[in-house]
């Protein structure tokens, strides 16, 4: 059965190979900081991870389910997630060779498109706070995106029958990694040889990245490897973590920006602020009552309004202590915040004594 999973696994463990081998040839650079190490350690252990459990993942979402067109759901997931997947990633590869063959052709491209340095020198002459804003604004998208997936399906589910969410959580998956693996393979090009990076990916980089992380891999991509496991568990535990990790993020960044020269640093000499905690805590209760209500609405979980709200108080605190230690630590809170989150409502789960798959 394992044999049947080899495409997407080996394409994560090259992927994972390249990612460690960035990690050690630039280990003892002078600019690298012992959080940007640890940051990018924590990176590749989670797409690592997520090559194992991928198979595991796959025959936990088919079950004993039956398929549509073959004998099982397995069958047909596994299928799918092989052309899905292994297919982009092969689009990818083409794609960059594509520009890597237009950069032999003319290699006046190496002075300024095609030149590492020529594009860092003026990402950060161009680097407004615009950009801040929009970065923020597409950590918004993955929510938007699994929201219209579960609708959808819901809506078709007369085609599909019971097994409609087997599938809703099936393509949730298999975008999510898409995207994630899209965004590595971007790093890795933008890392190691630049000459790879097609004109319209570099623009994805202008969008997507940040000063801090043009020697190091986007944040972007760990966020989703973060979710993964939480997939084995009941979908409002994922739905509340990706809510959390996507919306509060996202609106508490906004807010403490749009606060501008007006807001008040906490700790001192940081960019967290007072105002960004409290839209974060805000929107991380809102979050977490959205997120009960949609998967009772859509039969997903049937957990009690009282849950939902003594889960909000918890989750709201923790997502404020979280920005004030990822503040002084330095570390990435694309990551922190989904593991963190995802463990302590697991937690309160188990303490109040109600299952958490």
């Not at 190496?110 to 804003?133: A, G, H, W």
């Not at 599938?167 to 393979?185: Q, R």
């Not at 990435?332 to 109600?354: A, E, F, R």
Request: glycine share 6%; aromatic share 16%.
């Amino acid at each position: 059965m394992i044999l049947l999973f080899l495409p997407v696994m080996i394409l994560c463990f090259v992927i994972v190979l390249f990612m460690f081998i960035h990690i050690i040839r630039t280990w003892n650079s002078e600019d690298k900081s012992t959080s940007k190490k640890i940051n990018e350690i924590i990176y590749t252990i989670l797409a690592l991870a997520f090559g194992i459990y991928y198979p595991f993942l796959i025959s936990k979402l088919g079950g004993s389910e039956k398929g549509i067109f073959f004998g099982t759901a397995i069958d047909e997931l596994t299928l799918l997630g092989n052309l899905f997947i292994f297919g982009v990633m092969m689009g990818i590869v083409a794609w960059g060779i594509s520009a890597k063959i237009r950069t032999i052709r003319n290699p006046e491209l190496l002075k300024e498109q095609n030149n590492y340095d020529f594009f860092c020198k003026k990402f950060l002459e161009e680097y407004p706070e615009r950009s801040k804003m929009q970065r923020r604004i597409t950590h918004i998208l993955p929510v938007a995106t699994v929201i219209l997936i579960i609708v959808l399906f819901y809506f078709i589910k007369g085609l599909l029958g019971d097994s409609w969410s087997i599938y809703a959580l099936f393509f949730i998956v298999i975008i999510g990694i898409d995207f994630a693996f899209t965004f590595v393979a971007q790093d890795l090009i933008r890392l190691f040889d630049f000459s790879y990076m097609p004109p319209s990916a570099v623009k994805m980089c202008n969008a997507g990245l940040t000063p801090d992380e043009l020697d190091s891999f986007s944040s972007t991509s760990v966020m989703v490897f973060s979710f993964g496991p939480f997939f084995f568990l009941s979908f409002p535990i994922f739905f509340i973590v990706l809510l959390i990790t996507s919306v509060s993020d996202a609106m508490a960044s906004i807010i403490g920006i749009k606060s501008g020269e007006r807001k008040h640093c906490f700790p001192k000499n940081t960019d967290k602020c007072i105002e960004g905690y409290l839209a974060g805590f805000g929107f991380t209760f809102i979050c977490t009552i959205f997120g009960v209500v949609f998967s009772n609405f859509f039969g997903l979980s049937n957990w009690s309004i009282e849950l939902a709200l003594y889960l909000a108080i918890v989750l709201s605190i923790v997502f404020v202590l979280i920005d004030i230690i990822t503040s002084k630590v330095e570390l990435q809170d694309n990551y922190l915040n989904p593991l963190i989150t995802g463990i302590v409502i697991i937690l309160v789960l188990i303490s109040l004594n109600i299952s958490i798959f």
